[in-house]
């Protein structure tokens, strides 16, 4: 699930398919939000970073303090969590119509997700794209105007880690309804694999996605937890959309999680150096485990918990680094004095799951067999980097392990997606929890650093499945 690449390689690689024309200004004038040259702009013009937060209002409708409680800590924005009916009460235009006025009232910039999609294919219940696209509709009245102040978050981590391969057209297709049905808000689209785009599908199809929208008014997110343990990872994934003139937020992050444990300091200082808007998971109302991940304790911005002293008053955090909207005339700098505390939460909320792929418990049955390439990213004195894609053969596999000898005395310093041990000059890959379960013809990969010596050819692999 993890993708750790130097800078130098990010340097080197970039996307290619359409560069051009993301340069270019939206395909024709929008009321509000646009994007240009990879960059979002407000309606005067101005670009706009954000710096805020997620509230999960579907879960805890009477917290509409809240709104004006990141406000007074300092927050630009706010990613507010609506339910489309399939997995949780649908919110209805009424309620919409308040959110949004919530959020003008404060001066923030809304955006507004469906949460029913989370975890499609994997999670039970879950909501197609298609469905929540139809939950927009159903509340257009609530949003036709409101194009300065709202982004619109299609579905929130529209997969799992199983089924994502339709995710391009998926997400093409719900841009274009969308549009057809007459939305010209900016569209933000999540990440597949649970928001974690491990598997790099949203990364390696951001440009058709993006030249799918009429109104070339689409912003890419990606959310960032376990899989993005290291400054590499953060680096690489983030440089690859800008050097791309891709839009890119990070649509939500935390400081740990069960997946594994974040580099928020590394999220926040090469997002404040590029330019990358961001939104902290969560404000309040945790539960299934991760109440770690709330901001302020029982929604008492009085009452912040270390993760929220980090979001809010640390290095490149809320305070040093948000800047209001011009919609709203920046008339008064962002204020930061506390708000009143507000009452607790009498019931827990969901959270967004961990990704999980179960581990194979049964030996695999005869004909399962995969293929494995090697690919050279890029090299520099005294060293390299490589990727391995594995694929699956005709069948499905629970497992695969991968081998070769170098020839040139090359060793592995640094890897990631994949448990890599070596003899000498032989390695071993072997998969790791999330990626062993492969479908028919489905491929995942895996990359590590090296060192090198004079040359640096490509090793012959063998690929075994479980």
């Known amino acids: 699930m993890k993708t750790r690449l130097s800078v130098v390689a990010s340097a080197l690689l970039a996307f290619v398919v359409g560069l051009v024309a993301f340069g270019m200004s939206p395909a024709h004038a929008a009321a509000g939000f646009t994007v240009a040259d990879g960059k979002l702009l407000d309606a005067n013009g101005n670009e706009f970073i954000m710096r805020g937060v997620n509230h999960a209002h579907t879960w805890y409708p009477q917290q509409t303090s809240s709104f004006a409680d990141v406000k007074r800590l300092g927050a630009n924005s706010v990613r507010v969590v609506l339910a489309s009916g399939q997995r949780w009460t649908k919110n209805d235009t009424a309620d919409v119509t308040n959110v949004v006025s919530l959020c003008k009232q404060n001066r923030l910039i809304c955006v507004l997700e469906v949460h029913d999609t989370t975890g499609y294919g994997e999670q039970a219940g879950a909501a197609t794209l298609a469905q929540a696209v139809d939950y927009w509709i159903s509340v257009k009245s609530a949003l036709a105007g409101q194009e300065k102040y709202v982004i619109l978050n299609i579905g929130n981590e529209p997969y799992g880690n199983q089924g994502y391969g339709t995710w391009a057209t998926d997400t093409s297709n719900a841009i274009k309804r969308l549009?057809?049905?007459?939305?010209?808000?900016?569209?933000?689209?999540?990440?597949?694999?649970?928001?974690?785009?491990?598997?790099?599908?949203?990364?390696?199809?951001?440009?058709?996605?993006?030249?799918?929208?009429?109104?070339?008014?689409?912003?890419?997110?990606?959310?960032?937890?376990?899989?993005?343990?290291?400054?590499?990872?953060?680096?690489?994934?983030?440089?690859?959309?800008?050097?791309?003139?891709?839009?890119?937020?990070?649509?939500?992050?935390?400081?740990?999680?069960?997946?594994?444990?974040?580099?928020?300091?590394?999220?926040?200082?090469?997002?404040?150096?590029?330019?990358?808007?961001?939104?902290g998971w969560s404000w309040s109302g945790n539960g299934g485990g991760v109440e770690y991940l709330d901001l302020a304790v029982n929604f008492d911005p009085n009452n912040l918990s270390s993760w929220g002293q980090r979001l809010f008053d640390g290095a490149n955090g809320i305070k040093q680094t948000a800047r209001e909207a011009s919609v709203y005339g920046n008339a008064t700098p962002n204020p930061t004095t506390p708000a009143p505390t507000t009452p607790a939460p009498t019931t827990p909320a969901p959270t967004t799951p961990a990704?999980?792929?179960?581990?194979?418990?049964?030996?695999?049955?005869?004909?399962?067999?995969?293929?494995?390439?090697?690919?050279?990213?890029?090299?520099?004195?005294?060293?390299?980097?490589?990727?391995?894609?594995?694929?699956?053969?005709?069948?499905?596999?629970?497992?695969?392990?991968?081998?070769?000898?170098?020839?040139?005395?090359?060793?592995?310093?640094?890897?990631?997606?994949?448990?890599?041990?070596?003899?000498?000059?032989?390695?071993?890959?072997?998969?790791?929890?999330?990626?062993?379960?492969?479908?028919?013809?489905?491929?995942?990969?895996?990359?590590?650093?090296?060192?090198?010596?004079?040359?640096?050819?490509?090793?012959?692999?063998?690929?075994?499945?479980?």
């Not at 935390?254 to 090469?270: F, K, Q, R, T, V």
């Not at 995969?370 to 990213?377: D, S, V």
């Open 179 to 279: 549009r057809t049905a007459g939305f010209e808000h900016t569209i933000m689209v999540d990440a597949p694999n649970w928001g974690q785009d491990w598997s790099f599908t949203m990364r390696d199809n951001a440009a058709s996605v993006f030249a799918a929208d009429p109104a070339r008014n689409t912003v890419f997110s990606i959310h960032m937890y376990g899989v993005f343990d290291t400054a590499a990872e953060v680096s690489d994934y983030l440089g690859r959309f800008r050097s791309a003139k891709l839009p890119i937020v990070v649509g939500e992050f935390g400081h740990d999680h069960s997946d594994g444990n974040p580099d928020e300091d590394a999220i926040l200082s090469y997002s404040q150096a590029n330019g990358i808007g961001w939104l």
């Open 355 to 466: 990704p999980t792929t179960p581990a194979p418990t049964t030996p695999p049955p005869a004909g399962r067999s995969c293929a494995a390439t090697y690919a050279l990213i890029g090299s520099w004195q005294g060293g390299f980097q490589a990727e391995v894609k594995v694929t699956a053969g005709p069948s499905a596999i629970n497992g695969w392990t991968v081998t070769w000898t170098y020839a040139n005395g090359q060793r592995v310093t640094q890897f990631w997606n994949a448990t890599v041990t070596g003899s000498g000059s032989s390695v071993t890959a072997k998969n790791v929890s999330y990626n062993g379960s492969l479908g028919a013809g489905v491929s995942t990969t895996f990359g590590f650093i090296g060192s090198a010596q004079s040359s640096n050819p490509a090793p012959t692999l063998s690929c075994a499945a479980a």
